[in-house]
């Protein structure tokens, strides 16, 4: 039983996930940051142009 528990605290597999989970997490909110400010100016341009043509 100790045998296990040492190599279940030896493991650092697990700790590579999380860090690659966390990575992925910080560039997903960094996506959707950029996208709802580029969509955000996009729809201020398309309502002038709409006002525009009307």
């Not at 997490?25 to 043509?53: E, H, M, Q, R």
């Amino acid at each position: 039983m100790q045998n296990l528990l040492r190599k279940f605290l030896a493991d650092q597999a697990g700790a590579t996930a999380i860090e690659y989970g966390l990575i992925a997490a910080g560039i997903a909110l960094a996506i959707i940051a950029v996208v709802n400010g580029l969509g955000s100016t996009l729809n201020t341009n398309f309502s002038t142009i709409n006002s525009s043509l009307k």
